[in-house]
């Protein structure tokens, strides 16, 4: 049975969800090219650990091996008249619970492409040819024997337009990013990824959903491909300003994502797609987004501080006496709570499994960006498991404040490791540190400083003293370098090698 799920092509009030008759699946793709249906983007990011496969300027073609052509092979024959629809080029990026491919659409033109907002910029039309009266005249003879022909047919008024569109001047090929969901995902986790996406349809700073399909257990989304380059080419030779602007992007988003209540949960390099070139970058991956507050259990985070003190003393003094080891019967209750996330990006709320978690879990990764930027390192943390995680961030903030960060969570936070002081370091002596500078002879400049002054905003242990999105946008360091913003450009090299390799492939 074939069925589409759809966020209605291009800006429908509603997410909804329809089926189609299984025994037309074909005949019926072919007349949405007639009339018209809804469209969804995939973005080339994946949950968890991802690999990003797509860099901006490579062969394309070269990099397609034989597994990965059978499995573009594969999907185009999973979906009923897909390949009427979109034409897979490569592989762009390969995650936990999805992998993305770029595909020319190739059923632009009979949609309402309200979501490209690059439309406008790339219009462009083959060289001019020469052409003579004979051939102009020809083509209108052309034209009015297709009419006539349709009409002895009675073929529809649509399907005359349809002729004559196939007679207009060629256009550049428009991208997507087809994002094939694997079968071993959650109903409800898709679900939940393409609600969201339609409700944050309205920010230009997020990848919006064009449509969805579904046959049988196979789903595939359909996102805006966004030209952007791999992080690890840039990160090292951007200038403060160019931090700045890169981050007021992320922000951006994601004053509009928190607006909406949502939390991303999965703030990453890989998942925000940025073109230094435009100084553009787009929030994708909502694979383990949620709404704010869902599931949820009080947390003592959010008590009054005198109560929390209270409630923690008598936790402690019940606790008190010798102790061998772990107890063989435990009566503590256990503690539930979501913990997903990538590994040396998620906040110590979480890996101290905070009930209460709210959108501040997605500004300290971003602060982890930045950290990862100022300090030319990427990544930045790696540990293996949370115990770890932990560990990486009392280093640098000290066993004090690492234990008052778990106090505020009702956990006790010790360790004997001789490397972990009790103060711990200063983000500027790290980054000094980590770019091999002393502190006598170069110690960081005026705008390094306002730079590592907002870092300390973001990646506040306390969530309720971090600094929120629309805040940061008011920031003196997201304010720098605002008058040299460039205006995004049109198609790359790359996408031009891709529209000749297509072309010899038809």
């Known amino acids: 049975m074939a069925t589409t799920v759809s966020a209605p092509r291009r800006r429908a009030e509603e997410f909804r969800i329809h089926e189609d008759v299984p025994s037309t699946a074909d005949t019926e793709m072919n007349e949405d090219v007639v009339h018209g249906e809804e469209e969804e983007e995939a973005e080339p990011v994946e949950e968890a650990e991802e690999q990003e496969t797509d860099d901006d300027g490579s062969d394309d073609e070269a990099s397609v091996d034989s597994n990965t052509q059978l499995d573009m092979e594969k999907l185009q024959n999973s979906f009923p008249g897909f390949r009427n629809k979109y034409r897979l080029i490569k592989r762009i990026g390969e995650g936990t619970f999805s992998t993305v491919y770029k595909a020319e659409d190739l059923q632009y033109d009979y949609y309402d492409n309200s979501w490209d907002l690059d439309k406008e910029n790339e219009k462009w039309t083959p060289p001019p040819l020469k052409r003579t009266d004979y051939s102009t005249q020809h083509t209108s003879q052309t034209l009015d024997h297709a009419q006539r022909s349709a009409q002895t047919l009675g073929h529809s008024s649509a399907t005359l337009d349809y002729m004559q569109h196939r007679e207009q001047p060629r256009r550049r090929p428009k991208y997507v990013a087809i994002k094939k969901i694997y079968v071993t995902s959650s109903p409800t986790r898709i679900l939940n990824e393409l609600e969201l996406l339609h409700d944050l349809r309205d920010c230009q700073a997020v990848c919006p959903l064009i449509t969805a399909f579904r046959h049988t257990d196979q789903v595939v989304a359909i996102l805006p491909y966004?030209?952007?380059?791999?992080?690890?080419?840039?990160?090292?030779?951007?200038?403060?300003?160019?931090?700045?602007?890169?981050?007021?992007s992320l922000f951006t988003a994601l004053s509009y994502v928190h607006h909406k209540g949502i939390i991303h949960r999965d703030i990453k390099p890989t998942n925000f797609l940025y073109d230094p070139t435009s100084q553009r970058g787009v929030l994708v991956d909502f694979g383990l987004a949620e709404r704010e507050g869902t599931e949820c259990k009080p947390c003592l985070c959010h008590d009054d501080p005198n109560v929390r003190r209270s409630r923690l003393r008598a936790a402690h003094l019940a606790g008190t006496g010798p102790h061998n080891?772990?107890?063989?019967?435990?009566?503590?209750?256990?503690?539930?709570?979501?913990?997903?996330?990538?590994?040396?990006?998620?906040?110590?709320?979480?890996?101290?499994?905070?009930?209460?978690?709210?959108?501040?879990?997605?500004?300290?990764?971003?602060?982890?960006?930045?950290?990862?930027?100022?300090?030319?390192?990427?990544?930045?943390?790696?540990?293996?498991?949370?115990?770890?995680?932990?560990?990486?961030?009392?280093?640098?903030?000290?066993?004090?404040?690492?234990?008052?960060?778990?106090?505020?969570?009702?956990?006790?936070?010790?360790?004997?490791?001789?490397?972990?002081?009790?103060?711990?370091?200063?983000?500027?002596?790290?980054?000094?540190?980590?770019?091999?500078?002393?502190?006598?002879?170069?110690?960081?400049?005026?705008?390094e400083k306002m730079a590592v002054e907002f870092l300390a905003r973001c990646m506040d242990l306390d969530p309720s003293r971090r600094i929120s999105a629309v805040e940061a946008l008011d920031h003196p360091f997201l304010m720098m370098g605002m008058d040299e913003t460039i205006e995004g450009t049109g198609e790359t090299e790359e996408d031009e090698m891709d529209i000749i390799k297509v072309q010899d492939h038809a």
Not at 336 to 342: D, P, S, Y
Not at 421 to 434: K, P, Y
């Open 226 to 248: 966004f030209r952007h380059t791999d992080f690890r080419e840039y990160f090292r030779k951007m200038t403060v300003p160019d931090m700045a602007i890169y981050l007021r």
């Open 325 to 447: 080891g772990y107890p063989k019967q435990d009566t503590r209750p256990s503690r539930r709570a979501n913990r997903a996330g990538t590994r040396g990006f998620r906040a110590p709320e979480v890996l101290f499994k905070c009930t209460e978690q709210t959108t501040k879990i997605d500004i300290w990764s971003a602060g982890v960006i930045l950290l990862t930027i100022l300090s030319r390192r990427f990544p930045f943390f790696n540990s293996a498991d949370d115990v770890e995680a932990m560990i990486e961030i009392a280093t640098i903030f000290g066993h004090r404040r690492m234990r008052a960060a778990g106090q505020l969570h009702g956990c006790m936070f010790e360790t004997t490791i001789p490397t972990i002081g009790n103060v711990g370091f200063s983000f500027e002596r790290i980054i000094l540190w980590s770019t091999c500078r002393s502190d006598d002879r170069e110690g960081l400049s005026k705008d």
